[in-house]
């Protein structure tokens, strides 16, 4: 029985187009970011933070960057490996949508046949670590902050050639839109 597990499973792999026989987290995070924009999940705008977050499995952990290798590859050690290096790196928000990309990843891998378990089945590998760094409070302007912020800069005077951002920093005051919606 093993063996004939183990034929279908070859036999699996091998009916997938190459590009995905040895595909890396990155790649299929690639592929699931793709296919999230396909399906109305996520805009071309909000992909770009996905974007940026699926980069750090290029750098981490340091000696082994876990995006880098086939998925196939990947050992438990690696993921608690990479887990240790979180927390001392990235605030907890950043390490969540990690883990969300992580999941995905290996989630498609599975589907594919390009692994035949998930290691993030194991709750111990799966549990996202608590980062290391403080939580910033974000605070608002006062209303008088707010004027005297606005007063400066309607009396700005823009130099020729220089980007003005003083109508984006309005929309923004009034609807709560980051400068990358405004822009789209």
Do not use: W
């Not at 034929?7 to 590009?19: D, G, M, R, T, V």
């Not at 111990?124 to 608590?130: D, F, M, S």
């Amino acid at each position: 029985c093993i063996q004939k597990k183990e034929e279908f499973l070859k036999k699996q792999l091998s009916n997938l187009p190459e590009n995905l026989q040895n595909a890396t987290i990155i790649q299929l995070i690639q592929i699931q970011r793709e296919i999230n924009i396909k399906l109305g999940k996520c805009n071309v705008c909000g992909d770009m933070r996905n974007a940026s977050t699926q980069k750090i499995f290029e750098k981490l952990p340091i000696e082994n960057p876990i995006g880098l290798i086939p998925i196939k590859d990947i050992t438990a050690d690696m993921i608690e490996s990479f887990k240790i290096e979180l927390p001392l790196r990235y605030s907890q928000s950043v390490i969540k949508k990690i883990f969300i990309q992580l999941r995905q990843a290996f989630d498609y891998a599975k589907r594919k046949g390009i692994i035949e378990n998930n290691l993030l089945d194991d709750p111990q590998l799966n549990t996202v670590p608590i980062s290391k760094k403080e939580t910033k409070t974000v605070t608002a302007y006062t209303r008088e902050e707010e004027i005297e912020f606005f007063n400066l800069l309607d009396n700005k005077k823009v130099r020729k050639n220089e980007n003005d951002y003083r109508l984006q920093l309005h929309i923004s005051a009034c609807t709560g839109m980051r400068m990358g919606e405004i822009n789209a």
